[in-house]
């Protein structure tokens, strides 16, 4: 039907549509696949993997890595507030020692470190001790230096009130030191970074 607001225009309203879909006037073509196919099914379907005798560990037969993680996501879910719980004593002492530490002037905690290595171990670990600082010191890494020995003493604090009731009880009860001994040696030859990461996830 013509424009009845152009009486000069003799161009039927289908073909004005048809050549407005095109901007060079090819007149639009219909799907040839009605419009209706989904394009997912162009995709192939996968190769359906078997068992193979030559190559049997080609695809993971028992998922420990996924068992492990969610676990651990488990634990940390469930239990985040008792590690959190635990934590607090040790940061409490941890920031007790910083601030003891870098409290002190650099030439008394020199003089004092030098004299407890003096007392401990003699006159030339005295020295090496006080030849050390300085030169720690010296390169400006002493806040750094003194955060590191705050960590140790913390450590080795724990250490001592876990392990010194620990010990005694391993060497009165024969049976609690074959079932924890074990344990204590695989601990020492697992890399550290093995059970570092879990405690991080845990009281980080």
């Known amino acids: 039907m013509a424009d009845q607001n152009n009486p000069w225009d003799t161009t039927p309203a289908a073909d004005s549509a048809a050549q407005s879909a095109d901007a060079w006037g090819t007149p639009a073509t ?22 193979n005798i030559l190559d049997p560990f080609h ?11 969610e676990g651990i996501d488990w634990v940390v879910t469930h ?26 002037p650099a030439p008394v905690a020199i003089i004092v470190f030098a004299l407890i290595a003096w007392q401990i171990s003699g006159v030339g670990m005295g020295v090496a001790t006080l030849v050390s600082l300085i030169a720690i010191g010296a390169i400006g890494a002493w806040s750094q230096a003194m955060v590191t020995l705050a960590l140790v003493l913390t ?50």
């Open 155 to 204: 450590a080795l604090l724990f250490c001592i009130v876990i392990g010194l009731p620990l010990g005694i009880w391993l060497a009165r009860s024969p049976r609690a030191a074959k079932i924890i001994r074990p344990l204590l040696d695989a601990m020492q030859t697992t890399p550290a970074f093995v059970y570092l990461v879990p405690i991080v996830m845990l009281f980080g």
């Open 59 to 69: 695809k993971t037969l028992i998922p420990l890595d996924s068992w492990v993680t």
């Open 79 to 104: 239990f985040r507030p008792v590690f959190q719980g635990v934590r607090v004593p040790v940061d409490y002492i941890l920031n007790g020692f910083q601030q003891l530490l870098l409290g002190m």
């Open 30 to 51: 219909a799907p040839t696949d009605g419009g209706g196919a989904d394009w997912l099914t162009s995709t192939p379907a996968p190769n359906v993997e078997h068992f």
